[in-house]
């Protein structure tokens, strides 16, 4: 079965400081991998994907993530926090099982402070 | 906007009661997936339609159904309503089955009174 587990429900980070947030996945096949932004009260929008091409991927609004195999991991980081980025952040995996559902993580709130 | 369109966007009603949620997915897009989210929960998977067909259930009730009709929108219907189903109800759509991100609505907000 598929699983991700993003570590730290509460992130808090300083503007202009790096943003870390930690995502492993559980697959016992290849996986894809996505990150989601949700801001308050409205849906989930697409930050970057991965889906086997290069491991590095760029994303929008200054936003990348490195895929790891050897260590099952997915984080998701931004050189320099802006205020804009306090959000809550979903990890999520697809593609195994023939069912092709996407499953989440349980998510990790950003806080940025002035 | 992700060109996913939910109705009603806000829902109050009474314990007992059924409701229908709607979804049209984006255009093309042949997959559409429901989602609840709760402050307890998460984001739970409830269950996902391909060109019409039922292809994955998650942790979906069975006072809960759903379908998708031949023009590819989907409803969700809630029946017998409890005071713990008060969520925040999502549908996605995509154009594969989990190759490609899935775009969300912006969701409906069921409370339960």
């Known amino acids: 079965a598929q699983s991700v587990t993003q570590l730290g429900s509460h992130v808090s980070v300083s503007e202009g400081a790096l943003v870390l947030l930690r995502c492993n996945y559980s697959?016992?096949?290849?996986?894809?991998l996505f990150w989601y932004v949700q801001y308050p009260n409205q849906g989930l929008q697409l930050l970057l994907k991965?889906?086997?091409?290069?491991?590095l991927v760029k994303g929008i609004n200054g936003f990348e993530a490195e895929f790891k195999k050897s260590e099952t991991s997915f984080h998701l980081t931004k050189p320099s926090a802006h205020m804009s980025d306090a959000a809550e952040y979903f990890c999520?995996?697809?593609?195994?099982?023939?069912?092709?559902?996407?499953?989440f993580g349980t998510g990790t709130r950003l806080k940025v402070l002035a | 906007d992700s060109g996913v369109t939910q109705t009603p966007k806000h829902l109050i009603t009474a314990t007992g009661q059924r409701v229908t949620l709607r979804c049209s997915p984006r255009?093309?897009?042949?997959?559409v997936y429901w989602y609840q989210q709760s402050l307890d929960q998460g984001l739970q998977f409830l269950i996902q339609?391909?060109?019409?067909?039922?292809?994955a259930k998650g942790n979906i009730l069975e006072r809960f159904s759903a379908q998708q009709f031949p023009d590819l929108h989907s409803e969700l219907n809630l029946s017998s309503l409890e005071l713990g189903d008060s969520a925040l109800y999502f549908c996605?759509?995509?154009?594969?089955?989990?190759?490609?991100?899935?775009?969300f609505g912006q969701g409906t907000r069921l409370t339960v009174v």
């Open positions: 996605a759509s995509s154009p594969a089955q989990g190759r490609t991100e899935a775009f």
């Open positions: 697959s016992s096949v290849p996986p894809y």
């Open positions: 991965y889906t086997s091409a290069a491991t």
């Open positions: 999520a995996v697809s593609g195994a099982s023939g069912t092709y559902k996407y499953i």
């Open positions: 255009s093309g897009d042949l997959s």
């Open positions: 339609y391909y060109n019409g067909e039922e292809r």
